[in-house]
């Protein structure tokens, strides 16, 4: 694609439109028309803001078609009402918090000094314990986190169909989105949820609101350090190990495949870089950028990378799940019968 001054000045004020947004989001602005078109002062006044700056504020938030203006008087422009009126079902406008919210907004505006001298940046460390972004993670989730879930479990349907009591382990599980849909998805199964403490008190939420709690167990603290306990029939590991160097991640997977039940499947679930179309490829390599600011050696793995890790780990049957348009992948190995894979850092 060519460059065009005009398209070179898209890319350099994009910044601008994600800031009006998350600032009309941040700030209440649709929540506070929701009832119905206004003039500015009065939409200032329902938020205590300034009113000049509430003026232009909704000027700009309207020539970017998010509202529609009409003399002095401004409504919400189409489609918003259902997607950023925090009072609708179909809320999405919390995507902001993890998409634009302080942590990725600062560690992009920093993405320089990254680039120059490796990740990650000061302060910036994400594997570093109850690291505070992750609880806004897991309560917001992304747009992909339901859909990859629902992915997850059709790919597990005919293996947790044939056991009657399934052991499910989801780790570094955030809401445990995956864990929860699998254990929804059968009566008889037991859940356990693994994440840091703060993160974990929002599984626990879910678990209640989709009625699998008094089968769920929590497992607290770091994946690398505590008990897994198991054999589990199915372990999932959902955006996780890309937080982490090629090393570190084997070593994870080793502890994990040490602890699946004989013909137990392991699940990597996620971005993979290396081999999508260039619309997918970009989000997985903008997310390997933000794993460099943002982790020590954490990196975009590419589904061959995680093929060879489960080999390593003595895991060697893999199948890779996709679904058209939706760029995460899923990955099934599978626990051979009578495989001895009590490494060194098995328990
Ligand atoms: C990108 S989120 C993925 C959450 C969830 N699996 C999903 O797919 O929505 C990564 C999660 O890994 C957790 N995590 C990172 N390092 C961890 C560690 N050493 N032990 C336990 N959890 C960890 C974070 O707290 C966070 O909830």
Redesign the pocket.
Known sequence: MELTKKRLFEMVTGYQTTALLRTGLEIGVFDALADGPTDAATVAGRLGIDRRACTTLLACLALQGLLIRDGSRFALGPGVRELLVSTEPSYAGGIHRVAAGAMEWQALGRLAEAVRHGGPLDGFDS?VPD?PY?HD??AT?TFA?DR?AAMVADALAATTAERPGPRILDV????A??GIELAARHPGARLWA???PT?LAVAEERAKERGVHDRTTLLPG???GIPLGGPYDVIVA???LF?FSPERAVLLLERLAGSLAPEGSLVIA?FAAGEAAPAEELRAQLLDLMMLCTTPGGQMHSTDAYTRMLTAVGLTEHEIHTRPGFPPKVMVATRPRGADLSGPHDQ
Request: proline share 0%; charged share 10%.
């Open positions: 594997t690291f992750w993670f897991a989730g986190t990859l570094g599980c955030g809401s989105a995956v693994q994440d840091w993160v770091d994946a690398f959902a955006n996780l937080h996620g």
